[in-house]
């Protein structure tokens, strides 16, 4: 508008222009006019003179008075030519005033069409963000307004606090992963521990001993050891509240504790380690049948031994009939085992076959190697 305010002005000026100098022409000619007027009236008055006068005399002013009119009719044309001219520039003038304003109208149409296609865009995007329903911060405030009502501001502000919210929630998911890999790492050593032992036990029932007291012995007091590392990793599970952790291992824990009871009550209560068979009511029972068939035999060394066998046979078929259990319920309530095999799969850890556990494996040898059915102890 301010350009067009513009040429209005020059066009003006220009015709101010144009104006004064045909006011000047004007002026020019009204003296010609005058001065014509003023020739003629002398040549009046020397036509009269000439009357009155000789010959010679008249034929002078006729000369002068010629003269003058050649010179006001050369100044007439060439007047003429200039208005010519500047009637031309004034057309010329036109013209390119005329495509000046087709331009700037081109262009500001052009503008307007672009504006609008902006503002449809803008009108689209607000009415169908990308992001229909926040993540961080609910369906509330720039998102429950109409789409009429919201305003590119509202949403960059908008927008702007979600991202605020989601690198908040990204921190956090950051500690939530550093917690896992440590989780991770502790069930690996946890499992580590377990499959350390599982595997020395293995060894010991291929080496032959495995009806040994003494291998009994300290088969409990690698299981102490064990309880041991699992009751630290609990501890540590507990103080840092990784609840499942605390599920897996608690339930590894409290399948060594079990076993360790039961075969402690298999040896009748002795001590391990400097430990006394503190523990478990079978414990104490099958101590007390030991010492009443015993009594019972003192006079027969090879039934005392008979039954020393069948007593450690029976511990450990009630210690798999435990295990077994035990495996059942935590199957049933959906922790233990079953929770242990959903952490090594995060963890990536030892791989174990959960539809039998080792514990159950071992068992079912030792009773193999005493000749006791294991299908019958469970």
């Known amino acids: 508008m301010g350009e067009l305010v513009g040429v209005k002005e020059e066009e003006g000026n220009l015709l101010t222009e144009e104006i004064e100098r045909r006011e000047e022409c004007i002026e020019r000619v009204k003296g010609w006019k005058v001065r014509i007027e003023h020739a003629r009236k002398e040549i009046g008055e020397f036509v009269g003179v000439d009357i009155m006068n000789d010959n010679g005399e008249r034929q002078e002013s006729s000369t002068e008075l010629q003269t003058e009119e050649r010179a006001v009719d050369t100044e007439i044309r060439e007047m003429e030519d200039r208005l010519l001219q500047m009637k031309a520039r004034k057309n010329w003038l036109g013209e390119r005033i005329k495509e ?142 990784w609840n499942l952790l605390v599920c897996a291992v608690g339930a590894e824990l409290a399948a060594f504790k079990e076993g360790e009871e039961i075969l402690r009550g298999a040896l009748g209560g002795e001590d391990v380690n400097g430990e006394g068979g503190s523990g478990s009511a079978s414990g104490e029972e099958q101590k007390d049948v030991k010492d009443q068939k015993s009594n019972s035999l003192d006079l027969d060394p090879e039934a005392a031994t008979s039954m020393d066998d069948t007593i450690t046979d029976d511990g450990l078929r009630e210690l798999e009939n435990d295990l077994a259990r035990e495996e059942e319920e935590f199957f049933v309530g959906g922790n233990g085992r079953r929770s242990t095999a959903m952490m090594m799969s995060m963890s990536g850890g030892v791989g174990l076959d959960r539809e039998e556990s080792d514990e159950e494996q071992h068992l079912k040898e030792l009773l193999v190697d005493h000749e006791v059915d294991p299908d019958e102890a469970f």
């Open 100 to 241: 000046r304003v087709n331009q700037r109208e081109s262009r500001l149409s052009s503008y307007r069409g672009a504006l609008r296609e902006v503002e449809g865009e803008v009108q689209e995007f607000l009415r169908r963000p990308p992001v229909m329903v926040s993540l961080a911060m609910g369906e509330e405030g720039f998102m429950s307004l109409p789409p009429k009502r919201r305003t590119l501001e509202m949403a960059g502000e908008w927008w702007s606090k979600e991202i605020t919210h989601l690198q908040e929630r990204k921190t956090e998911v950051e500690k939530e992963k550093e917690a896992l890999e440590e989780g991770a790492k502790l069930w690996s050593e946890c499992i580590g521990v377990v499959v350390g032992f599982e595997e020395e036990l293995r060894a010991q029932m291929r080496s032959g001993g495995v009806g040994d007291k003494e291998v009994l012995r300290k088969q409990v007091g690698e299981m102490r050891r064990v309880i041991e590392r699992l009751e630290g990793a609990v501890k540590v599970a507990e103080e840092r509240r």
